[in-house]
């Protein structure tokens, strides 16, 4: 079987040096949109050096490594990446993060759960500097046609959306050349440029990469609800419920709960609400 669990489980944790600087930063802002309108102070805050801040979901492209497919290298995996999907994302910040880094990656398969159709592989990576923990970073990996090994399926955590009218509802325009922009920063999966790969892959064209969603949704949270204080966010989560392309517009709709929670549905706007990422949950302070 290309995936030997007990294998992989037992596997020995991996460690990486991740170092970036304040221009990293600031292509991964302008990789997600910002600085629209250029000379707006609030935008100004992702892309000038006397004001930067470091937008929390940075922490999925620090360094230019993607941790996501760290975990596809372990011993005891050897899959078809034609059938790995990256089915959710999440993280929790200890601290702000520094606009200038050196730090070390610690990463291991926690768990690899079976449902039926695939495997599910499950990575973390915890993430220290000199000053101690930075943060932590879960992803689940889906490998189409590894399932049906008899392991467990794992827990669910599928969030039931509001039924009431959200709080807030605020769109984000994607531009067309920003899969281009944001694949600079370490993702360099042709799918999300190359016409001629995304019509293999069965698309019409490029897709958005999730990542850049989960970004992207991550500033429109900040901006619209947090004061424009990306220090504020302590934890997010979300699934990539579909697909998104340079061009549309996304729809993200916010719901406040209990005291330092917001739970969110993003969606393709321009073709009826299409879901992009779903069980979204921004944990803030």
């Known amino acids: 079987m290309p995936i030997d669990v007990p294998r992989v489980l037992a596997a020995e944790p991996t460690t990486a040096e991740l170092v970036w600087n304040h221009k990293d930063v600031q292509l991964y802002h302008l990789g997600l949109g910002a600085g629209r309108p250029p000379t707006d102070p609030a935008e100004l805050r992702y892309l000038l050096e006397d004001r930067l801040q470091v937008l929390p979901a940075f922490a999925t492209v620090a360094g230019g490594g993607m941790a996501a497919m760290d975990g596809l290298s372990a011993p005891g995996v050897d899959v078809d990446l034609a059938a790995v999907l990256h089915g959710s994302q999440s993280l929790v910040l200890h601290r702000p993060l520094p606009v200038s880094g050196r730090a070390t990656q610690t990463a291991r398969v926690t768990a690899v759960h079976d449902k039926g159709k695939a495997a599910v592989v499950v990575l973390r990576a915890e993430v220290a500097d000199a000053d101690g923990p930075l ?101 997010y989560r979300t699934r990539f419920a579909g697909v998104v392309f340079p061009g549309e517009t996304l729809r993200i709709r916010l719901w406040r709960g209990e005291p330092g929670r917001l739970q969110l549905t993003v969606t393709a706007a321009e073709r009826d609400d299409a879901p992009v990422l779903a069980d979204t949950v921004v944990e803030h302070c």
């Open 135 to 235: 943060w932590t970073s879960d992803a689940e990996i889906f490998v189409r046609g590894e399932g049906g090994f008899g392991g467990e399926r794992g827990p669910s955590r599928r969030l039931d959306v509001p039924t009431r009218a959200p709080d807030l509802t605020v769109e984000r325009p994607i531009r067309e050349e920003q899969a281009l922009v944001y694949r600079l920063s370490g993702d360099w999966n042709p799918l999300h440029a190359d016409p001629e790969f995304a019509a293999l892959a069965g698309f019409d064209a490029p897709i958005l990469h999730g990542l850049c969603s989960y970004g992207m949704t991550l500033k429109a949270v900040v901006d619209a609800e947090l004061d424009g204080e990306a220090s504020r966010v302590t934890a």
